[in-house]
């Protein structure tokens, strides 16, 4: 049974760090994409990164810069590094994860001209909270 964890989530001040992880399991040591989402009071999720077996990468224009994805692989874990916080990216963020791509279907894909991460994941965590105050 696949089962994705988030932790990481806090308060902090606008230009602040936090480090998200996601702790996998029931999946691929090495699922063939992993992404991080994120969802504002109001609005709808949105793809914020994403990280594709091959290591072909897609972050969000708005976080390009300031938030890193990777992976250990070893210990089934994807990582968010996010710097320089924003009150704007005060959120609930959550992981995903498409264990094996269909034939043609891709992780990371350019759409309206910009990179962005597969939304149909397989698999979600259930979020942490991010909260970022000016």
């Known amino acids: 049974q696949a089962q994705l964890t988030e932790s990481g989530g806090g308060s902090v001040q606008a230009g602040g760090s936090l480090r998200l992880s996601c702790a996998a399991s029931?999946?691929?040591?090495?699922?063939?994409?992993m992404g991080w989402f994120r969802q504002a009071p109001g609005k709808e999720r949105e793809g914020v990164a994403g990280?594709?077996?091959?290591?072909?990468?897609a972050y969000a224009d708005s976080v390009k810069g300031r938030f890193t994805i990777s992976r250990d692989n070893a210990k089934n874990i994807l990582y968010l590094q996010m710097n320089n916080l924003k009150p704007e990216d005060s959120a609930v963020y959550y992981c995903?994860?498409?264990?094996?791509?269909?034939?043609?279907?891709?992780?990371?894909?350019?759409?309206?001209?910009?990179?962005?991460?597969?939304?149909?994941?397989?698999?979600w965590g259930n979020g942490t909270l991010v909260t970022v105050s000016s």
């Open positions: 990280l594709s077996e091959d290591g072909s990468m």
């Open positions: 029931g999946v691929p040591r090495r699922s063939a994409c």
């Open positions: 995903g994860a498409i264990p094996f791509l269909s034939w043609g279907e891709e992780c990371v894909m350019v759409n309206g001209g910009r990179w962005t991460v597969n939304p149909d994941m397989d698999h």
